[in-house]
């Protein structure tokens, strides 16, 4: 099943419409005001919306649904069933498209914390793999396993950030942790004022993508400056420039100091 993320943005002043939609337990998306379920009757982003909806339904989908003019604390995780269809529910003069979810679980950010910081940010419907170990686990009632392979994207290059200073390659940060620049997931200073700059990958991938991210770590080259790239042990690189660290190594050392066994206990498991 994909896993996906769904937004709805109807205004403040159309509250009741997410509050219907909230306890009926059903998304809906709302763009060209007709009847059609069909993409191919709406223009760019409708129809981009539609058929992803519409390849969910085929297929089956986990979702995650949030309504923050409606409820900023907490949002909807359930299923599309495989089968389902897309319903036009009239709202006075408002024509949504919607579709129903089922074995829903409502959860608080608080709680889950990861999936408020991590959600797309463009977009009204879209995939949300870097969120599919922590969704799955929700819904099967299943606490995730205290290893690497559970932690999510953004929590690892936090953890990889806190190995860097653990190490002591790191003193100071200079940008914010990921998202900052394309090639670039953490960027800071040594004791020395070295520039150190390093690479998060968290998937194990083919050679061909890592040998091209290594290609654009390597452009911050410089006498000055240490490059470092994380990623799975079974994607280990041999490049003198760059400093290859396995995710596996980061997380079986910080778990030896109490401090980070705690953090990383929080990351998975927030209400703890």
């Known amino acids: 099943m994909e896993e996906i993320f769904i937004r709805h943005k109807l205004g403040k002043e159309r509250k009741y419409i997410l509050r219907d939609l909230w306890s009926k337990k059903r998304i809906a998306v709302h763009f060209k005001n007709i009847s059609s379920t069909n993409p191919k009757d709406y223009e760019f ?4 919306a539609l058929t992803r909806l519409q390849n969910c339904c085929n297929t089956g989908s986990i979702v995650a649904a949030a309504y923050r003019d409606l409820d900023k604390a907490r949002m909807l995780i359930g299923i599309i069933k495989k089968g389902a269809k897309i319903e036009t529910v009239k709202y006075g003069n408002l024509k949504l498209k919607t579709v129903q979810l089922h074995k829903v679980k409502i959860i608080s950010y608080n ?4 999936l408020a910081a991590i959600q797309p940010r463009q977009g ?6 870097s969120a599919k170990t922590h969704l799955e686990s929700i819904l099967k009632h299943n606490k995730l396993s205290f290893s690497v392979d559970s932690i999510a994207p953004e929590y690892l290059e ?8 653990y190490k002591h390659y790191i003193d100071l940060l200079l ?9 670039i ?8 004022k070295e520039n150190v700059i390093a690479q998060v990958t968290y998937r194990r991938t083919d050679i061909n993508a890592i040998n091209n991210k290594i290609k654009h ?4 080259k410089s006498t000055n400056t240490k490059l470092f790239y994380f990623g799975p042990k079974d994607n280990q ?3 003198k420039e760059v400093i290859f660290i396995p995710i596996e190594t980061v997380f079986a050392e910080l778990i030896k100091k109490s401090k980070y066994k705690y953090l990383i206990r929080k990351m998975l498991y927030s209400a703890d």
């Open 124 to 129: 009204t419907i879209t995939g949300w793999p």
């Open 175 to 183: 940008l914010p942790i990921g998202r900052t620049l394309q090639d």
């Open 217 to 220: 770590l390597k452009k911050y």
């Open 45 to 48: 982003a409708g129809r981009l």
């Open 185 to 192: 997931d953490i960027r800071g200073i040594s004791k020395k």
């Open 158 to 165: 936090i953890l990889c950030y806190e190995y860097l200073r």
């Open 111 to 114: 709680k889950f914390p990861l």
């Open 237 to 239: 690189i041999k490049e």
